[in-house]
């Protein structure tokens, strides 16, 4: 997929909402990003296991351009199990470094490296090596594949995100994360205010109707410091969560 240039507006907008050499100096956490693109009516595809084009060609080079500002980008099995991603980053020098370290959370050890886009790209050299989050110790351990264990937090019976951010962080480097789905991710972590550091949504001209994927927080969630971006067809929200 080729991306159309990058609107000459966008970097400007985006610029207080993401990493940068102050807001990334967090003692334990990474600054971590919130992103998605859903409907007029909150939904993020048309079904559970259905690909859904939402985006304007201009937003998905608004996707590249944010995973170019950031060191990893977390999605959760059943989105990689769905669309199996490639997550490499296609704007700028479209060299290796230029993209984003995959991180994927597979809880139930579900999803293999071998045979994935990631792997293609990885060996074509277009890619990193994905960090694959578990609650033990791997069932089978994969050739190039790191490894983050994480228990889950006996209360919600949800994996321990501020642990799960700490480790990326102390145990790889990863100072700067951004979060792309799929709607269970999301929706825990849209109530997680204290770790999350921007929340950007680009919001398509389309209902995809009830019978869709829904973002819908278990509980009311404000939101503060935002700003809008209006493209061709969509807007972009840009704001922050109250802790």
């Not at 950031?70 to 479209?94: E, Q, R």
């Not at 991180?103 to 694959?132: A, Y």
């Not at 994996?159 to 480097?173: A, Q, S, T, Y």
Request: contains cysteine; glycine residues 8%; neutral net charge.
């Amino acid at each position: 997929m080729s991306l159309v240039p990058l609107c000459d507006d966008l970097p400007q907008f985006l610029r207080n909402y993401l990493p940068n050499a102050a807001n990334k100096e967090r003692i334990s956490l990474p600054f971590v990003t919130l992103t998605y693109a859903q409907s007029l009516d909150a939904r993020i595809s048309k079904g559970p296991g259905i690909r859904t084009t939402i985006s304007h060609p201009e937003t998905k080079t608004m996707t590249h351009y944010l995973r170019y500002h950031h060191d990893g980008i977390l999605i959760g099995s059943g989105t990689v199990l769905i669309d199996n991603p490639g997550l490499n980053c296609k704007w700028g020098s479209h060299s290796v470094a230029s993209s984003p370290r995959p991180i994927i959370l597979d809880i139930k050890q579900k999803w293999k490296f071998n045979g994935s886009k990631m792997q293609e790209l990885f060996d074509k050299g277009q890619g990193k090596p994905p960090i694959v989050v578990v609650t033990s110790g791997p069932v089978m351990k994969e050739e190039h594949v790191d490894y983050a264990i994480c228990p889950v937090d006996e209360a919600t019976q949800q994996v321990d995100w501020r642990m799960l951010f700490e480790i990326l962080k102390e145990d790889f480097n990863i100072r700067s994360i951004m979060v792309e789905g799929g709607a269970n991710l999301i929706n825990q972590l849209l109530l997680r205010g204290d770790i999350i550091n921007s929340l950007i949504v680009t919001i398509g001209s389309t209902f995809l109707g009830k019978s869709g994927t829904e973002v819908s927080p278990t509980q009311s969630v404000n939101l503060k410091d935002m700003t809008w971006w209006k493209g061709t067809t969509d807007v972009i929200l840009l704001c922050k969560t109250s802790s």
